[in-house]
């Protein structure tokens, strides 16, 4: 910024009146839906006859199913789950997509993350959620991972350009994969790098995001 532009800001002071910040935090996080699924924190509960709850906390890795990619990412899976598959979560953060993957019916679901705070912080929920006999998680240069029926990747377009290869070798044949985390502005690079592997289904959108 040039100088004559940032000189005319300044800083100022105002006065928040106390009020209950806990409960305040909390009720940007009540119970959501996501079609037969509801994500439910510990301070809220799902309607009565709800057939499938995630049980988890905003803490310390991404994902609450609150950001849009995060709810694009489970509306798929909730759509494209029948049973039985072997799921990734590349990027798995609070392992929010391999334990919804695993209630809704998948038969394993691996995670990884780079962040070995985020790996700690997925074990936790999905013992919560009574999934963690079905849960393997890792770094991602730590265990050979099989290749999956279904993959999500809810990362960033920069990462999944450099990983677009890696990827579609971890997903079988006839497999889904989903890649979340990028601007509408950023769906064309994604998808030319990843042509020579999937043939692409509509773009799906929530807000400024998309899913591929």
């Not at 709810?71 to 997509?97: A, K, N, P, Q, T």
């Not at 999500?152 to 889904?176: C, D, E, F």
Request: hydrophobic share 45%; net charge negative.
């Amino acid at each position: 910024i040039e100088r004559a532009a940032w000189q005319h800001y300044g800083a100022s002071l105002q006065a928040v009146a106390d009020q209950d910040w806990v409960s305040s935090t909390q009720a940007q996080f009540p119970a959501r839906q996501f079609g037969k699924l509801w994500v439910v924190p510990s301070w809220d509960r799902a309607p009565e006859g709800a057939p499938y709850e995630l049980h988890l906390d905003p803490g310390q890795a991404f994902g609450t199913g609150a950001h849009p990619t995060t709810s694009r990412c489970l509306h798929f899976l909730e759509s494209h789950i029948r049973g039985g598959e072997c799921v990734i979560d590349y990027g798995c953060g609070s392992g929010i997509l391999a334990i919804a993957a695993l209630l809704l019916g998948a038969k394993i679901a691996y995670g990884v993350d780079t962040d070995p705070q985020a790996l700690k912080v997925a074990m936790v929920n999905a013992k919560r959620n009574g999934v963690i006999e079905q849960f393997q998680l890792s770094l991602p240069e730590q265990n050979p991972l099989p290749q999956a029926d279904i993959l999500v990747a809810n990362i960033l377009a920069g990462p999944l350009l450099q990983l677009a290869a890696t990827l579609a070798a971890l997903t079988k044949s006839g497999g889904w994969i989903a890649l979340s985390g990028i601007l509408h502005s950023q769906e064309a690079g994604i998808q030319e790098a990843y042509a020579p592997y999937f043939n692409f289904a509509m773009p799906q959108h929530e807000e400024d995001w998309s899913l591929l």
